[in-house]
C-alpha cells in the first residue's frame, strides 16, 4: 500500500524551530518528486515547498523563504521539512505529497498521494 | 503569483442532483506548446488530507467515480459531479501548476447535501 507516515509536528514557542518528517512506503521513493503543502485552521491549502526526486532541484514558497529547508533521504525513503523562525501565522496542519510524474528528475507539480498531517502549533 | 477564484463559497444541492464548482484563474493556465490546460480539482472531507480527483483540467484520476467531470479552458474551469451522492460531501479546491513552482489553490468550495 502507498503510505506517507508524517512526524514531527507538535508546540512551538515564536521564534523557534521544528522538523517534520515523512516516511514514504509502498512506492519507489527515489523516483518521486515530493511537495509540502500547509492547511490553517479552518483555511484553504497554502503550497510551501517542492524537492525534485534526486534532492537537486528545490522550491519555496514566498512566505515561507529563508525559514525553511525541504530536504530528502533516499536511503531512508524520508522526506523533511526544517522550519525556523516560527511565528503564529505558521500555525497549520501540514501535509506531505508526492508528485504525480513517476519519471525521476521530472515534476508535474500536482499531487497524488497525500500524508495523514501532522500540525504545527506556534504559541508561548 | 496566479490567483484562482472558486465559485460559489459553499453550495448545497439534494442527493442525485448535479452539483457545478467554479474556477477562474487571473491568467490563462494553458499552455500553447502542450495545449494542455495545467489545472487541478481535490477533494477533502473533514479530518482527511487532499484527494486528486482531476488533472490536465479534465482527466480523471485512477480510481475517481464518473459522476466527476472536470472542464474548461485558459481561465474558467468547472468541476461538475453529474447526480450527488452522499459520501461526495466535501470542500474542493482548484489548484495552477501553470506558473510552477509558484503553484495556487483557490480558497476552497463548501458542498453539503441539501
Known amino acids: 500500500e502507498v503510505q506517507l507516515v508524517q512526524s514531527g509536528g507538535g508546540l512551538v514557542q515564536p521564534g523557534g524551530s521544528l522538523r517534520l518528517s515523512c516516511a514514504a512506503s509502498?512506492?519507489?521513493?527515489?523516483?518521486?518528486?515530493m511537495h509540502w503543502v500547509r492547511q490553517a485552521p479552518g483555511k484553504g491549502l497554502e503550497y510551501v515547498s517542492g524537492i525534485g526526486s534526486n534532492g537537486n532541484d528545490r522550491f519555496y514558497a514566498d512566505s515561507m523563504k529563508g525559514r525553511i529547508t525541504i530536504s530528502r533521504d533516499n536511503s531512508k525513503n524520508t522526506l523533511y521539512l526544517q522550519m525556523g523562525s516560527l511565528r503564529a501565522d505558521d500555525m497549520a496542519v501540514y501535509y506531505c505529497?508526492?508528485?504525480?510524474?513517476?519519471?525521476?528528475?521530472?515534476?508535474?507539480?500536482?499531487?497524488?498521494?497525500w500524508g495523514t498531517g501532522t500540525a504545527v502549533t506556534v504559541s508561548s | 503569483d496566479i490567483v484562482m477564484a472558486q465559485s460559489p463559497d459553499s453550495l448545497a444541492v439534494s442527493l442525485g442532483e448535479r452539483a457545478t464548482i467554479n474556477c477562474k484563474s487571473s491568467q490563462s493556465v494553458l499552455d500553447s506548446f502542450t495545449n494542455k490546460n495545467y489545472l487541478a480539482w481535490y477533494q477533502q472531507k473533514p479530518g482527511q488530507p487532499p484527494k486528486l480527483l482531476i488533472y490536465?483540467?479534465?482527466s480523471r484520476e485512477s480510481g475517481v467515480p464518473d459522476r466527476f467531470t472536470g472542464s474548461g479552458s485558459g481561465t474558467d474551469f468547472t468541476l461538475t459531479i453529474s447526480s450527488l451522492q452522499a459520501e461526495d460531501v466535501a470542500v474542493y479546491y482548484c489548484?495552477?501548476?501553470?506558473?510552477?513552482?509558484?503553484?495556487?489553490f483557490g480558497q476552497g468550495t463548501r458542498l453539503e447535501i441539501k
Open positions: 489548484q495552477q501548476y501553470s506558473s510552477s513552482p509558484s503553484l495556487t
Open positions: 509502498g512506492f519507489t521513493f527515489n523516483s518521486y518528486a
Open positions: 505529497a508526492r508528485d504525480r510524474s513517476s519519471s525521476p528528475g521530472h515534476f508535474y507539480y500536482f499531487m497524488d498521494v
Open positions: 490536465w483540467a479534465s
